[in-house]
């Protein structure tokens, strides 16, 4: 026999005997359980919110018309000027007006002569017939004439009024504080001739209104807190109200709530409301669209960290480990996000351990090596 067929040999003899090693232990070994994170829920305080989106509106917003006729004879703003109440803006020509107002202002003295003389005659004519010097039919004269002269004059007196009030709205002021827009006429246009004339519309934007809705089950709510603690829906105005822009974050405009409607509008299961909100600075304008919120007073809740929670076709859910280390799927009701947690309004025990890490790994009906841990409290 040659080396190489020894060699050979020994080979295929090893190998038989490693491959008959092998057979022996070839038994299945079931892998350990996987290892997850769980963490019973942050029981803490909540201040919970109504959120609803809304609009800007301003509290005052008025078109500045001509109630006379004239022409323009002089404005006295630059558009988009901020200006205070009373400010002069637009002058029609005034002079025909003061001309009316003088020429009733001599029909009222002219009426007031007339009186003068009728009373005098009513007077004369009363004392004859109180001598039986003169007749009846004087006295009742001399009294239709003291009657007619005085109704003169009151007439002549409305109609100097009334002068004076058409020179008054030669001038247009600002009615309250607002911004004015652009004007509409120019100088020497003939204006108020047909009808009035809209010659530029004022913006109040200090205070400002942001008007929005609550759905009809929001309010079914709403009015059950308050009939637990024994209040009407009066206690609901001045509640704060918190506003923020789309380009801002958080909500940091501040205001109360200042109007909540009587009904529900069927068309749209909404109820109507309104918080008013200072604008000193103007960083609110009319028309925007905004984020609104109102906080309630603080109740307890529960909290999980948000990565816990999964959705399926049939909602939220959280996966539990029960007492025997198996995983299993609850349904819950979620509520506000805290922070990186999430209240849970229904479906969660203080005591149940919720799935908080290795969530991939925890399959529902499956057992696992549970690590238990201590969820940190929402800031």
Same mark, same amino acid.
């Given at each position: 026999?040659? *080396?190489? #067929? ?9 190998? #038989?005997? %490693?491959?008959?090693? #092998? $057979? ?45 006729? $004239? ?8 558009? %988009? ?79 100097? *009024? ?20 652009? *004007? ?43 009939? %637990? ?14 506003? %923020? ?36 600075? *103007? ?26 929670? $999964? ?23 979620? $509520? ?44």
């Amino acid at each position: 026999m040659t *080396r190489n #067929c020894f060699a050979r040999i020994t080979l295929m003899l090893a190998l #038989c005997a %490693g491959a008959a090693a #092998c $057979g022996k232990n070839n038994q299945y070994a079931a892998p350990p359980p996987p290892k997850v994170t769980v963490a019973a829920p942050v029981e803490q305080n909540v201040t919970r919110y109504f959120e609803a989106t809304g609009n800007t509106a301003a509290v005052n917003s008025v078109d500045l018309v001509a109630r006379v006729q $004239g022409f323009v004879q002089a404005i006295s703003y630059k558009d %988009g000027d901020y200006v205070k109440k009373g400010t002069s803006l637009f002058t029609i020509e005034p002079e025909p007006y003061k001309l009316k107002v003088e020429s009733a202002k001599s029909a009222v003295v002219s009426a007031q002569a007339t009186l003068t003389q009728a009373q005098a005659e009513y007077d004369r004519q009363a004392a004859l017939v109180a001598k039986q010097v003169s007749t009846q039919a004087n006295y009742d004269k001399a009294l239709a004439q003291r009657d007619s002269a005085q109704a003169d004059l009151q007439s002549a007196q409305a109609n100097e *009024r009334q002068a004076e009030i058409n020179l008054s709205y030669t001038d247009v002021t600002a009615p309250f504080d607002g911004v004015v827009t652009a *004007r509409q006429v120019s100088i020497g246009q003939l204006v108020g001739a047909s009808s009035p004339t809209t010659l530029a519309t004022i913006v109040q934007l200090d205070p400002i209104w942001v008007n929005f809705t609550a759905s009809e089950r929001d309010v079914l709510q709403v009015r059950a807190t308050l009939a %637990g603690r024994g209040e009407t829906t009066a206690a609901l105005i001045g509640l704060p109200v918190e506003v %923020g822009l789309q380009n801002e974050s958080g909500y940091p405009h501040q205001g109360k709530l200042d109007y909540a409607a009587p009904n529900v509008d069927p068309s749209t299961g909404t109820l109507a409301a309104r918080a008013s909100l200072d604008n000193g600075n *103007r960083s609110l304008l009319p028309g925007y669209f905004v984020r609104v919120r109102i906080p309630a007073k603080p109740q307890p809740a529960l909290l999980v960290p948000d990565v816990a929670l $999964g959705t399926d076709q049939a909602g939220r859910y959280v996966l539990v480990v029960n007492k025997d280390n198996v995983v299993e799927q609850r349904k819950v009701e979620p $509520g506000q996000l805290v922070g990186e947690l999430r209240v849970i309004d229904k479906g969660l025990a203080k005591d149940d351990r919720v799935v908080v890490g290795g969530i991939m790994r925890a399959i529902p009906g499956q057992k696992v090596d549970a690590e238990e841990r201590t969820a940190a409290a929402a800031k």
